[in-house]
C-alpha cells in the first residue's frame, strides 16, 4: 500500500500499516542496493528537488543517492545561501520552482512547519527531510528499520532516546513512532534539553544515564545542537559528556545484547565515547546510513505511486524475507 | 434632534437591559426613556426618529491598545481603514498604541497622529505615547508636554522596560503628573524568540516556547514598582491564571491598579494554532484551555476590568512565513463585539456586564464621560442584533490587513447602526 496523504511531512500522523509498508519496501531495496547494478526505472521520468535551506551532507547525500537509483532526475539546491538572502520567501522559492514541474520536493528547514506551509502552496509531493525542531520522518523509518533487523522485531522493546531532546526533530519522529509499537520509551538528559510537557507524551523521563540505561534493548543517542542554542543549555561539554554522555560504563547498564544508535553526525567525547561508537558488535550507527538510503528508497517509491501507478516490484530482486535478520546486521 | 425608539437598552452602570428610547440633542444623550414608566416621551416635530425594532442600543465600545499603522506602515492600515472597521464593529472610540514607525514619542508626532485622525477616521481616536523614547527603555518621553497635547495614556506597548530605576523614574514621575500608565505583563527574556506557550502541545508542534509563568513574573514586578510610586496603572492584557492571584493581592491593599485582556485570548487557545496558522499568532502566545477559563471567570468576578481587540494589522507578506518567522498579532476591530458575544450566548455574561468591559470601564479609567448610557454623556452609540448569524469572510473586512483568526468561523451578532457625538457614522446592510 502507498501513504494516504499526497505528502511526507511527519511520523505522527502516519498508522502502523503505512509505516510497515515503508518498512517492507525498504528492506528489499537493502537487498537491491547491495547489488552490484543498482540502478531501476521506478522514478524514471520524474523530478526531484531537493531544496537545502540548512547544510546536511548526508542528508541530502542520501536523497539525492535515493532519486538517482530509483531513475528520477535530481536537482540540489542549496539555498542556504543563495535567494533567501536576496530578501525572497520560502512561498516564493517554492512556487518558482513549482512553475517548472517537479514531481517531488525533499525539504529540509530550520523552522518548524515549514515543510506543512510548503505542502499547501505546492501542486507536488513535499517529502520533509528535517523541520526546524519538530519532525524527521524518514530519520525515523530508518531508525525503525535499523532497529526492526537488528533486534526482529519493533515492539515490546525498552528503547532510550539521550541527550538534546529539546532541539531535536529525530527525537520527536522517533518516540511517535516506536510509541506506535507498543515499545517502552524513555527520555534521558538534562532538564534544559527536554522539552515541556514530554511526559505527556508517554514516555519515561529519566534525570540520569545508569536509571535511564538499565534494562534498555536500545540506546538512541542524540547529537548536541549546538547551532541551534542560544545561550547557556549546559555549563560545559566535559560535565554534558560525564553525566550524560554514553561511556562503557554507562553502557553496561544496558542488556548486553543492546545496540547503539546516533542519526550523526556524532561528536565524539561529547555524547558518545569514540570506543563504543566503532564496535561493530553493538554499535549499529553505519548501518543506520545504508538503511537510510533504502527507507528514503521506499517512502520516494510510495509517495509517487499515484503518479506513476505502476507498482515498484519490477527492477527489485525477488522478495525477501523481512525483520529476521536478528543479530547480523552485517551480512 | 434625533429619537431611538422601541428599543432594548444595555445600561452598564446599573447592569439592566430594559425596552425604551433615547433622544439625542447636539451630540449628547438627552434623555432616557424607559418604556415602562409613565407618562409620554419629549417629542420635537422635526426630530429624526429611528425605530430600533427591538434590537439593542448600547454606549459605543471604548478600545484600549488599536495598533493603526500611521505614521510608518500604511500598507497596513490607515486612520481611514481603521475607522471605518472600528465603528462597523460598534466601536466608537479607539485608544491608538503608539508603536508605530517611528513610536509615539514626541509631542510633534503626537500632533500628527491626532490630525490625521481628526480628518480620517469616523471614530473618535485618543493616541497613547511612549513611555520611553522609541520605546527603548532608556529615557523617558516628554510625559507632561505629551499630556498637553492630548496623550490619553503612556505605554511601550509589548517593548517591556527591563532597567527597574527608569522604569520607577518614569512612574515616580507619570505618577507627578497624574497620568496612566499601562504595562505589558511578559518577561522579555523568558519570551524572548517564543512562539507559542510551554507545554505538551508545543513540543509536539517543536515550536520555541515560553512559560505562562513568564507573565507572572513580570506582573509581579510592575506591580511592585506600581506600589512603590503610586502611579495610576493598568495591564493590558492578562491571560494567565497564574498571574492572577498577584492582581488580587495589589487591588486588596488599594492600588490604582486595573487589568485588561484580549478578545483573542478570552475566545481562542493555543489548540488554534494547530497546522501552524499564523493568523493565530499573537502577543502573547494563546494559552491552554485551562488557562482561557480562569481568565474568562476573572473577567465574569470583576478582576479584570477591561476587554480590548489588540487589532495589530499585519500584511499577507509578514504571516506568509513559516510559523516562527511570521509576525505576531492579529486585527480585531470588526470581530471584537461578535467575538465577545460568545461569552453571552454561552452564558459566560451578560449582556449589560459585557458592556462594563467594553465601554464603561475603559472610558472610566481613562476619565471620559463616555461609555455610559445616561444623560449627558455624549451621544457615542451602537445599536446591534446579538443573535444574527453570519460566517466571516476576512475579505469581506474594513481593515487594510485581513489577518483575522475567525475567517471562515460562525460567529452572531452584527452592528445595525452606530453613531458618535449623535451623528450616524455607520449603517449596517442588515
Avoid at chain 1, 499547501?120 to 520522518?137: Q, S, T, Y
Avoid at chain 1, 514516555?203 to 538499565?214: T, V
Avoid at chain 2, 527603555?137 to 499630556?147: D, V, W
Avoid at chain 2, 480585531?332 to 461578535?338: A, F, I
Wanted: net charge negative; hydrophobic share 40%; proline share 5%.
Amino acid at each position: 500500500m502507498g501513504f494516504s496523504a499526497r505528502h511526507l511531512l511527519g511520523i505522527e500522523h502516519l498508522s502502523k500499516a503505512e509505516i510497515e509498508s515503508v518498512l517492507d519496501l525498504a528492506d528489499r531495496y537493502v537487498a537491491f542496493n547491495r547489488q552490484s547494478t543498482k540502478h531501476s526505472d521506478t522514478l524514471a521520468g520524474l523530478t526531484q528537488i531537493n531544496m537545502f535551506f540548512e547544510d546536511s551532507t548526508r542528508t541530502q547525500s542520501s536523497f539525492e543517492l535515493a532519486g538517482k537509483r530509483l531513475g528520477a532526475d535530481v536537482m540540489n539546491m542549496g539555498l542556504r545561501t543563495s535567494s533567501l538572502r536576496k530578501g525572497e520567501t520560502l512561498i516564493d522559492t517554492a512556487l518558482t520552482l513549482n512553475a517548472m514541474n517537479p514531481d517531488l520536493l525533499v525539504v529540509r528547514h530550520p523552522s518548524s512547519g515549514a515543510a506543512d506551509l510548503l505542502a499547501a502552496k505546492v501542486e507536488c509531493a513535499v517529502l520533509n527531510a528535517g523541520d526546524g525542531r519538530h519532525e524527521h520522518p524518514t530519520q525515523a523509518l530508518l531508525d525503525a528499520l535499523t532497529i526492526r533487523r537488528a533486534k526482529g522485531r519493533l515492539h515490546r522493546l525498552t528503547i532510550a532516546i539521550c541527550g538534546d531532546i529539546a532541539h531535536s526533530r529525530v527525537a520527536r519522529s522517533n518516540i511517535f513512532l516506536l510509541s506506535k509499537f507498543d515499545n517502552r520509551i524513555r527520555l534521558v538528559g538534562p532538564r534544559t534539553l527536554m522539552p515541556t510537557g514530554i511526559d505527556r507524551f508517554g514516555a519515561e523521563i529519566h534525570d540520569n544515564m545508569a536509571s535511564g540505561l538499565r534494562g534498555c534493548d536500545v540506546v538512541m543517542m542524540l547529537r548536541l545542537q549546538r547551532e541551534r542554542m542560544d545561550g547557556a543549555f549546559i555549563p560545559s561539554e566535559r560535565e554534558y559528556f560525564h553525566r550524560w554522555g554514553l561511556g562503557s560504563r554507562e553502557f553496561a547498564m544496558a542488556r548486553p545484547d543492546a545496540i547503539v544508535m546516533h542519526p550523526g553526525p556524532m561528536n565524539r567525547g561529547v555524547e558518545i565515547d569514540g570506543e563504543i561508537a566503532d564496535d561493530i558488535s553493538r554499535s549499529v550507527i553505519r548501518d543506520q546510513v545504508e538503511m537510510g538510503v533504502a527507507v528514503r528508497m521506499a517512502a520516494m517509491t510510495l509517495l509517487m505511486l499515484s503518479r506513476r501507478g505502476r507498482p515498484p516490484d519490477e527492477d527489485l530482486p525477488a522478495s525477501l524475507p523481512t525483520g529476521i535478520r536478528s543479530g547480523d546486521p552485517h551480512r | 434632534m434625533m429619537i431611538l425608539e422601541n428599543a432594548t437598552l444595555i445600561d452598564p452602570e446599573s447592569e439592566r437591559a430594559f425596552s425604551g428610547s433615547v433622544t439625542i440633542k447636539d451630540g449628547v444623550i438627552a434623555t432616557i426613556h424607559e418604556a415602562s414608566d409613565a407618562g409620554g416621551q419629549e417629542t420635537d416635530a422635526g426630530a429624526r426618529v429611528v425605530d430600533c425594532d427591538g434590537h439593542c442600543l448600547a454606549p459605543g465600545i471604548v478600545d484600549i491598545g488599536v495598533k493603526v499603522c500611521e505614521p510608518g506602515e500604511r500598507h497596513k492600515e490607515s486612520f481611514r481603514t481603521a475607522g471605518e472597521a472600528a465603528v462597523a464593529g460598534g466601536i466608537t472610540t479607539m485608544v491608538v498604541r503608539p508603536d508605530t514607525v517611528p513610536a509615539i514619542d514626541t509631542p510633534e508626532i503626537l500632533e500628527f497622529v491626532h490630525r490625521r485622525a481628526v480628518q480620517d477616521s469616523p471614530a473618535r481616536v485618543l493616541p497613547m505615547a511612549a513611555l520611553t523614547r522609541g520605546r527603548s527603555g532608556r529615557e523617558m518621553t516628554e510625559i507632561g508636554f505629551l499630556l498637553d497635547a492630548g496623550a490619553a495614556a503612556f505605554s511601550d506597548a509589548d517593548n517591556v522596560v527591563q532597567d527597574n530605576r527608569v522604569f520607577s523614574r518614569c512612574l515616580t514621575y507619570a505618577a507627578g503628573c497624574g497620568a496612566l500608565v499601562i504595562g505589558h505583563a511578559q518577561d522579555p527574556t523568558l519570551s524572548a524568540g517564543a512562539a507559542a506557550t510551554s507545554g505538551a502541545f508545543a513540543s509536539r508542534l517543536g515550536l520555541p516556547a515560553v512559560s505562562p509563568l513568564a507573565e507572572r513574573i513580570q506582573l509581579e514586578r510592575d506591580l511592585a514598582l506600581a506600589e512603590m510610586t503610586g502611579v495610576r496603572f493598568h495591564v493590558d492584557q492578562l491571560t494567565t491564571a497564574a498571574a492572577l492571584p498577584a492582581l488580587h493581592r495589589a487591588r486588596d491593599a488599594g492600588f490604582d491598579v486595573t487589568c485588561g485582556t484580549s478578545i483573542h485570548h478570552l475566545t481562542l487557545n493555543e489548540i488554534d494554532i494547530e497546522g501552524y496558522r499564523t493568523f493565530f499568532k499573537v502577543k502573547p502566545p494563546l494559552r491552554g484551555e485551562s488557562d482561557r477559563m480562569a481568565v474568562v471567570e476573572a473577567l465574569a468576578d470583576g478582576q479584570i476590568d477591561i476587554i480590548s481587540s489588540m487589532h495589530t494589522p499585519q500584511d499577507e507578506e509578514s504571516k506568509r512565513l513559516p510559523f516562527e518567522e511570521a509576525a505576531s498579532g492579529a486585527i480585531g476591530l470588526e470581530t471584537l463585539l461578535p467575538a465577545a458575544l460568545r461569552l453571552v450566548h454561552d452564558g459566560s455574561l451578560s449582556l449589560p456586564r459585557l458592556w462594563r468591559h467594553l465601554s464603561l470601564h475603559p472610558a472610566r479609567r481613562l476619565g471620559l464621560d463616555s461609555g455610559r448610557l445616561t444623560s449627558g454623556a455624549p451621544a457615542d452609540l451602537v445599536l446591534f442584533d446579538p443573535a444574527k448569524p453570519f460566517v466571516l469572510d476576512r475579505f469581506s473586512l474594513r481593515s487594510k490587513s485581513k489577518n483575522t483568526p475567525f475567517d471562515g468561523h460562525r460567529l452572531q451578532g452584527r452592528v445595525l447602526m452606530t453613531f458618535v457625538g449623535g451623528e450616524t457614522v455607520y449603517v449596517g446592510d442588515g
